[in-house]
């Protein structure tokens, strides 16, 4: 069984840019979750997409949404990119309970 | 709200020496407990869970965690440490009643097995 994929590996953009980040969850998995994971700053849970729909977000600023797709896989974008953005991003994956499974991750350098 | 606190930043410890890393949580319900851990440059595993039952849960390669519920502690331990097992360890809790609710984390213990 595949885990949880996310491209790309590595993503540098520029102050004020677009980034976009992709997951694709474990088959069967319905449920996609994002967490940042910035230096110092540890895990912190960012978005949650369930059945193509939006449940929760944690507290970060309106310029980070993302979608899910009728495939399950889902989409993490950043707009007007800070320096603070600058993180390892995190996938994760769930089927109807319990505990999640997490992708390698994406990093985002802004520069 | 949930919180969690690793109470140990970083723990140095000699290759074939037994290892303790802390984890306290605050909830006012009841939770699911989780330990993850990070290999340099990887995604989090998880390495074992607590969700009901036996409060001693054991991963395949020798870790294990007590749930302590008057103490609201979930210590993880390993009697004999490889120099494998250095990674950052990361305790997480969620709500059990939905099933689907975000993971909290504490911010993580560096683990450096020394040769």
């Known amino acids: 069984e595949a885990g949880v994929t996310q491209s790309p590996t590595h993503l540098i953009k520029t102050r004020g840019q677009q980034a976009t980040l992709r997951c694709s969850p474990i088959?069967?998995?319905?449920?996609v979750y994002w967490y940042q994971q910035a230096l110092g700053l540890g895990l912190q849970f960012l978005l949650w997409y369930d059945e193509g729909e939006e449940r929760n977000r944690g507290n970060f600023p309106p310029r980070f949404s993302g979608r899910q797709f009728p495939n399950y896989s889902s989409e993490l974008n950043v707009n007007a990119l800070e320096l603070e953005d600058s993180a390892l991003y995190l996938c994760a994956s769930k089927p109807a309970i319990y505990e999640q499974y997490f992708g390698p991750g994406t990093r985002l350098t802004v520069t | 709200a949930q919180s969690v606190t690793q109470l140990d930043s970083q723990v140095p410890v000699f290759e074939e020496a037994p290892v303790e890393l802390r984890c306290n949580y605050s909830?006012?319900?009841?939770?699911?407990l989780f330990w993850y851990v990070q290999y340099p440059n990887q995604g989090l595993q998880l390495l074992l869970k607590?969700?009901?039952?036996?409060?001693l849960v054991e991963s395949i390669n020798g870790f294990e965690a007590e749930f302590n519920k008057s103490q609201t502690s979930f210590h993880l331990r390993k009697p004999s440490v490889h120099i494998s097992d250095t990674a950052e360890y990361f305790c997480a809790v969620s709500l059990p009643y939905s099933g689907n609710t975000p993971l909290v984390f504490g911010k993580g213990t560096r683990l450096s097995v020394i040769a």
């Open positions: 909830s006012s319900v009841s939770v699911y």
């Open positions: 607590y969700l009901s039952g036996s409060t």
């Open positions: 088959s069967g998995h319905t449920s």
